[in-house]
């Protein structure tokens, strides 16, 4: 019985050893960190983590900066930015936008949450109300912009990574509105389009929209100061070698950030822009993030051994190919190519399709399900035309969803536990497990219609239709893994080795939602390893088909923004 729990056991201690180490990382230097809710417009309640630096009160105050992520992120993408503000001294209020995380209402409504959360950091008596800055990561620019339109003596400076003023969402800027603004806009930023109108983000210096904000009328210098510090019109613009989402994995982009408030702000540590370290945190959440995916497979394995679930075991015994000759590398090409090849017609018709309403309030959510449930429809339609050996499953719905419930049960009281104690999740990057609120979960059992649908005909087909003979466990799990997430993981390598080397991405109408698929790696080789794992064990496809409707519903729903709230 021991050794049928022992992965569990490791899931455990990964787990919970990078989620200490990330709490460690994030609290250094006696910082504490508070989960903080504010009534924002219309009385909807915004969601928030405090940063607060060791010896701050009421009676010795502190500058305070407003962080916030950008479009379909949440509060903890801004972490590494917080990190590095909070150990300067500065209290740091990292929000969710309206309509994501935990905060209330809809995606771009109430300026994004922004004037709102200006207040709440403003009302706080430990703040110095004379010192205040704004960083905002895209939209998150537009956030803080929207903030500074409605308060305009209400801060001092503003940071806009990866933003811009302007059309589509933001306020025009001028010589002398907002205040004090460093630029930080990635050389690769797959957005340059969008906010300079630009093609190539390493072309910004010479976009006529950011020419004119900085009063140039040539193109403008990375580095230079224009404008004046003590009046308050002050411009300055940095190009880190990042991407648009890799200003959060940035030293520099950071770096700039950090420096901007040190000259703008009073009352910080003085401690240099280049002494970071947000990047342990990065990397102790990905290992508790690896902990929660060896913590359901460890539950999995466990629960197996149990009586009533114990009747689920069973060893494959039939496989579709005796070799890996021409018809299955047929099938393996398409199942790794179809999906990447309708993914953009596929994501921008569901836009169409299926507006925002009370049924199906996430935009991108109503895209990836759509998508889905139309793969797993064609996989399940190749298996019907292209016969292989067939594969016999056994079949028993009520134990599986018991086994599935179970386990993710447990992996989303690790969740709850890790919050609640250490503020943090499990995550790298943006690719985090976010806790649902209870409007939340009603939306996710929406969504778990269509993912159960292409999870229970994709992972037939997986298993009916790439299945080997005499296989190694080693390549089954490889190959299982490239026919899932394959296709994507070569289809962004060729994009971004395009915007690396020509400065723009083979799809530059796509950006959004080429930035969306770097999700699908991961969740897809997660599902892959779930699935071939219990098919090991079950000789069935439904009890992983289950586990992974439950966790990507879960994960997605959690993660997306909600473009419209009752009420």
Request: no cysteine; glycine share 8%.
């Amino acid at each position: 019985m021991k050794t049928n729990w022992r992965l569990f056991a490791l899931g455990l201690v990964l787990l919970f050893v990078g989620s200490i180490a990330a709490h460690l990382v994030q609290t250094t230097n006696g910082v504490t960190i508070k989960d903080v809710r504010f009534v924002g417009a219309n009385g909807n309640l915004q969601s928030g983590l405090l940063y607060v630096p060791e010896g701050v009160t009421a009676e010795a105050k502190a500058p305070a900066i407003l962080a916030v992520h950008g479009y379909i992120n949440t509060r903890e993408v801004q972490s590494g930015f917080a990190i590095e503000y909070s150990r300067r001294g500065y209290v740091v209020l990292s929000i969710d936008q309206t309509g994501h995380g935990y905060s209330e209402g809809a995606a771009f409504s109430a300026g994004f949450g922004g004037p709102a959360a200006l207040q709440y950091l403003r009302s706080l008596d430990i703040v110095d109300v004379d010192n205040i800055g704004m960083e905002g990561h895209s939209m998150g620019g537009w956030t803080v912009l929207a903030a500074a339109a409605t308060y305009p003596d209400d801060y001092k400076s503003i940071v806009l990574e990866g933003s811009s003023v302007g059309a589509p969402f933001a306020a025009e800027g001028t010589a002398d509105w907002p205040r004090n603004v460093s630029v930080v806009f990635s050389a690769y930023d797959e957005f340059s389009s969008l906010m300079w109108g630009v093609d190539k983000a390493d072309d910004v210096e010479k976009s006529p929209k950011l020419m004119a904000f900085f009063s140039s009328e040539t193109p403008v210098e990375e580095g230079k100061i224009y404008g004046d510090l003590a009046t308050g019109n002050a411009r300055i613009l940095w190009q880190p070698p990042v991407t648009h989402p890799g200003d959060h994995l940035s030293r520099a982009a950071i770096g700039h950030s950090v420096d901007w408030f040190a000259q703008t702000l009073n009352g910080a540590r003085p401690l240099p822009a280049d002494n970071q370290i947000w990047f342990y945190k990065e990397f102790a959440t990905l290992i508790g993030l690896l902990g929660f995916v060896v913590l359901i497979l460890g539950t999995l394995n466990g629960l197996l051994s149990l009586p009533w679930l114990r009747d689920l075991k069973a060893t494959p015994v039939d496989a579709a190919h005796t070799t890996r000759g021409a018809k299955w590398w047929g099938i393996f090409l398409f199942s790794a190519l179809f999906p990447v090849a309708n993914y953009y017609p596929l994501f921008n018709f569901a836009e169409t399709l299926f507006p925002a309403s009370a049924l199906l309030p996430q935009t991108i959510t109503s895209q990836a399900a759509f998508w889905a449930v139309i793969n797993g429809a064609v996989a399940g339609l190749v298996g019907l035309v292209i016969r292989t050996q067939p594969v016999v499953f056994p079949i028993n719905i009520a134990r599986s969803l018991v086994l599935a419930g179970a386990a993710v049960f447990v992996g989303y009281l690790s969740a709850v536990i890790v919050d609640f104690f250490l503020k943090v999740d499990f995550r790298f990057w943006f690719v985090g497990v976010k806790l649902l609120t209870a409007e939340r979960f009603v939306t996710a059992l929406v969504y778990l219609v269509p993912f159960t649908i292409y999870f229970v005909l994709a992972m037939r087909a997986l298993h009916g239709g790439l299945s080997v003979a005499g296989q190694s466990l080693r390549a089954t799990y490889t190959l299982n893994a490239l026919a899932l997430m394959g296709g994507f993981l070569v289809f962004l390598i060729l994009q971004y080795a395009a915007l690396f080397s020509n400065g723009i991405l083979l799809t530059p109408s796509e950006p959004l939602n080429t930035i969306v698929m770097f999700q699908f790696v991961p969740l897809l080789l997660t599902a892959a390893i779930i699935s071939t794992f219990l098919y090991q064990r079950t000789a069935s496809y439904l009890p992983g088909a289950f586990v992974n409707a439950l966790l990507v519903t879960w994960f997605v729903v959690a993660g997306q923004a909600t473009q419209y709230a009752a009420g």
